[in-house]
C-alpha cells in the first residue's frame, strides 16, 4: 500500500488504510460491506471493518449495521479542493462561455493515475439531456478510454507513459473500447501528433468526445479540455469543424492564466 518516497517513520499507514477504504466506494460499487471493502481496498475483513466504523463515527459513511456508503460529508473534502484549487476557478468563466455559445457540454479534467477527474464543467441547458450518464465534478473515468485521458497520456514523456502501459490490462467498457495496448499506444502517438483527441463510444455508447490540451506558459499540459455531442447529431468531421475553433480558442485565452 505504501507507495511514496517518504521515510517510513513519516508515514501513517493507518491514514493510507482509511483513504483506501473511502476509495473502495464508486459508482459500481455504492454500498459495501467489510468483506467486499477489505478486498477492494487490499485489506483483512477485520481491518476493513474497524476502518469503516470509524469513518462512519467520524460521519463519512452511512450504515444500516450490515452495509456502508457514503455520506454528504465526503464533499467537504472536494469541496474544499474546487475551492481553494486555481485550476477550476480559472477555467470555469471559459466553460460558461462555451456552453452559452455552443449549446453543448464542456468539462475540464486532470490525470490521476490510470483514471481522468473531472475539476470543472458547464453545459447549457439544451445539452444537458445529453450530458452522459454520472457526469459531474469529481467524476473519475479510465484515462485509456476518453478524449481528455488520451490527451494527458500523450502529454507524458515517452518513458513515464511506457511504465503508466507497463503490465496494465485495459478495461472494456464498450464494444468500441481499445483494449489491445498496440491500438491504444496508436492512438496516443496519433493524439501527440494532431494535439487533439476524439473518441466515439468508447467509455460510453451514445458519446462522441473532441479533446484539446490545457498548456501553461511554460508550454506543460495542466488538464484537458472537452466537448461531448451525441455522434446521431453529429459526425467527427462536423465535430472538429464546429466545435474543434472554439476549443484552440479557449486553449489559448487560457494558457496566460495557467
Known amino acids: 500500500m ?5 521515510a517510513r517513520a513519516d508515514f501513517i499507514e493507518g491514514l493510507a488504510k482509511g483513504l483506501a477504504v473511502l ?10 460491506n467489510a468483506t467486499q471493502a477489505g478486498e477492494r481496498a487490499g485489506l483483512t475483513r477485520a481491518a476493513a471493518r474497524r476502518h469503516l466504523l470509524t469513518l462512519a463515527d467520524l460521519g463519512y459513511l452511512e450504515s444500516d449495521g450490515r452495509h456502508y456508503w457514503l455520506s454528504p460529508k465526503v464533499l467537504r473534502l472536494s469541496g474544499s479542493y474546487l475551492a481553494s484549487s486555481r485550476l477550476p476557478r480559472l477555467v470555469q468563466p471559459t466553460l460558461n462561455r462555451l456552453a452559452l455559445v455552443a449549446r453543448e457540454s464542456f468539462s475540464v479534467a486532470v490525470l490521476d493515475g ?8 458547464s453545459a447549457s441547458p439544451q445539452a444537458q439531456r445529453l450530458v452522459p450518464y454520472g457526469l459531474h465534478l469529481g467524476t473519475r473515468m479510465p484515462a485509456h478510454a476518453t478524449s481528455t485521458g488520451r490527451i494527458l497520456l500523450a502529454a507524458m514523456r515517452p518513458q513515464a507513459f511506457a511504465e503508466w502501459m507497463k503490465g496494465r490490462e485495459l478495461q472494456r467498457l464498450t464494444p ?3 483494449i489491445d495496448p498496440r491500438s491504444l499506444r ?3 502517438a ?6 487533439l483527441a476524439v473518441v466515439r463510444e468508447e467509455h460510453e455508447l451514445g458519446v462522441l468526445a473532441l479533446a484539446v490540451p490545457l498548456r501553461n506558459m511554460k508550454g506543460s499540459t495542466l488538464a484537458a479540455l472537452n466537448v461531448v455531442v451525441s455522434p446521431d447529431r453529429m ?3 462536423q465535430l472538429k469543424s464546429e466545435l474543434l475553433p472554439l476549443l484552440l480558442e479557449a486553449s489559448r485565452e487560457l ?3 495557467l
Open 186 to 188: 496508436a492512438a496516443v
Open 190 to 195: 496519433q493524439v501527440r501528433q494532431e494535439d
Open 255 to 257: 494558457r496566460s492564466l
Open 114 to 121: 490510470e483514471e481522468v477527474v473531472i475539476v470543472a464543467r
Open 2 to 6: 505504501r507507495q511514496t518516497g517518504i
Open 176 to 178: 468500441m473500447t481499445a
Open 235 to 237: 459526425d467527427a468531421v
Open 23 to 32: 476509495e473502495s466506494f464508486d459508482t459500481e460499487r455504492q454500498r459495501l
